[in-house]
T-cell receptor, first 116, second 114 residues
Framework: AQKITQTQPGMFVQEKEAVTLDCTYD???????LFWYKQPSSGEMIFLIY??????QNATEGRYSLNFQKARKSANLVISASQLGDSAMYFC?????????????FGGGTRLMVKP | KAGVTQTPRYLIKTRGQQVTLSCSPI?????VSWYQQTPGQGLQFLFE???????NKGNFPGRFSGRQFSNSRSEMNVSTLELGDSALYLC?????????????FGDGTRLSIL
């Protein structure tokens, strides 16, 4: 069975500073994908970044980067230069190998609050 | 390019009733998945449809069902509603559903059971 753990229920960060949101995962599939989503208070889930289990380099998308440590089974999201609009819930998710279909397993989320 | 569209946005029902939620995926996307989000259980996978066939199913009772049409639009039905079915129901689409394709979510349908 797959499992995603996000140990930080809530975090504060000062505007313009960088912040790291933690995510650890557990799976027996050799092939898997890791995703981060942002959910503002309005409810929609916004895709941020993807990391494949066989990718050699850490993924980056603008201000978002993923610190992927495969041996430790961690996939932390780093947001650089935080903005007020970054205040939201952040979810780490995993899609397993072929046997898992297209199912995403989500962590419990981290609520990020950016202070002006 | 239009995103994933879910209708209605809000719904209020009473116990025992049934409800149908609709999801139109991004044009060209053939995989549609449904998730339930509650404060207590978090985000949980309901099922996935691809080319009108249910390809994967989560651990939910048979009261929860779905279908997909030839144009990839999907509907989810919940019968005999219970108070615990109050949740945000999210639909997500992807091209074919392979590992490296992100799922793109709609705004959700917020269902309240009285």
């Amino acid at each position: 069975a797959q499992k995603i753990t996000q140990t930080q229920p809530g975090m504060f960060v000062q505007e313009k500073e960088a912040v790291t949101l933690d995510c650890t995962y557990d799976t027996s599939d050799p092939s898997y994908g890791l995703f981060w989503y942002k959910q503002p208070s309005s409810g929609e889930m916004i895709f941020l970044i993807y990391q494949g289990s066989y990718d050699q380099q850490n993924a980056t998308e603008g201000r978002y980067s993923l610190n992927f440590q495969k041996a430790r089974k961690s996939a932390n999201l780093v947001i650089s230069a935080s903005q007020l609009g970054d205040s939201a819930m952040y979810f780490c998710a995993m899609r397993g190998g072929n046997n898992a279909g297209n199912m995403l397993t989500f962590g419990g989320g981290t609520r990020l609050m950016v202070k002006p | 390019k239009a995103g994933v569209t879910q209708t209605p946005r809000y719904l209020i029902k009473t116990r025992g009733q049934q409800v149908t939620l609709s999801c139109s995926p991004i044009s060209g996307h053939r995989s549609v998945s449904w998730y339930q989000q509650t404060p207590g259980q978090g985000l949980q996978f309901l099922f996935e449809y691809f080319s009108e066939t249910q390809r994967n199913k989560g651990n939910f009772p048979g009261r929860f069902s779905g279908r997909q049409f030839s144009n990839s639009r999907s509907e989810m039905n919940v019968s005999t509603l219970e108070l615990g079915d109050s949740a945000l129901y999210l639909c997500a689409s992807s091209l074919t559903g392979v590992t490296n394709q992100p799922q793109h979510f709609g705004d959700g349908t917020r269902l309240s059971i009285l």
